[in-house]
């Protein structure tokens, strides 16, 4: 991560999964202050924009020295003795995917976090301010991504979101992996059908989109209960468990998951189905 701010990743890197991938290093965080790269004695990494308006503009140059010193591993990791305190050794054999977090980005999706997995290393260009010096995205990452269609105020907690989506998709790391086969978002309505044993009739499936890698190829997760089978509420309302998760019935269980699913999708992202 290159960030202005590093002592914003140390606490979340400890706990969790995320915490349990570092301990058994699965993950090798290391986090770069680029207000190590600047030249001036105020350790400037922002200036105004040319052609004027508000807000301050992220540099080039800063950016540009901590990813050439992170190519020949002579930076240094910041932010917490339990990682990052060493020199690192240059890295061989691994894929290398640099990416900006920017509200201009393209989102960022579950299939893009199946993507990354594919590398070896990832580094994240965390922006501030107003934006960052386009330069960055045009001569120096392989791609530009949002985790939505919103603005925060920089890109640390868009680089853990992605950094979370995409962990705990390595073996090793989610406790129970299969737990993760039936997430919102990882499997399409017919595959998720064949998982759970029941076959997708057509008047189930009449308005799915062809997935495309600009999107989702899945729909969203089952509801999911717990005990107590019934919940009784201070004003004396019972909210009870589905009678048909308490039958014993799993092919009747997996049905009954399987329409909820859609349901739901129909419900609350009713993009990833077409109109």
Not at 144 to 171: K, T
Request: aromatic fraction near 8%; include cysteine; charged fraction near 25%.
């Amino acid at each position: 991560m290159l960030t202005i701010f590093p002592e914003f990743f140390p606490p979340y890197f400890s706990v969790g999964v995320i915490g349990r991938a570092v301990k058994r290093e699965i993950l090798i965080p290391q986090v770069v202050n680029l207000r190590d790269f600047t030249l001036d004695a105020h350790k400037t990494t922002d200036d105004a924009p040319y052609g004027g308006g508000p807000g301050m503009v992220m540099m080039v140059e800063p950016i540009f020295k901590a990813l050439r010193a992170l190519k020949s591993s002579e930076v240094r990791g910041r932010g917490s003795e339990n990682f990052n305190s060493d020199l690192r050794p240059p890295t061989s054999g691994l894929r290398r995917r640099v990416i900006l977090l920017s509200a201009q980005g393209r989102l960022f999706t579950q299939e893009n976090a199946r993507q990354l997995t594919a590398y070896g290393e990832l580094v994240f260009v965390c922006g501030r301010y107003e934006g960052v010096d386009e330069r960055v995205a045009e001569h120096l990452i392989d791609e530009e991504l949002s985790i939505g269609d919103y603005v925060v105020s920089g890109g640390e907690l868009p680089a853990l979101v992605v950094i979370d989506a995409v962990i705990r998709l390595l073996p090793g790391v989610v406790g129970n992996e299969e737990s993760t086969k039936d997430e919102s978002f990882s499997t399409g309505l017919g595959a998720r059908g064949s998982e759970l044993g029941v076959t997708v009739p057509p008047s189930m499936n009449p308005h799915l989109r062809p997935p495309t890698s600009e999107q989702s190829k899945g729909i969203l997760d089952y509801p999911h209960y717990t005990r107590p089978e019934a919940f009784v509420t201070d004003e004396g309302e019972e909210w009870r468990v589905p009678e048909v998760l308490l039958s014993g019935n799993h092919a009747t269980i997996a049905k009954w998951r399987l329409e909820a699913s859609l349901a739901k999708t129909r419900k609350n992202r009713p993009d990833l189905l077409s109109s």
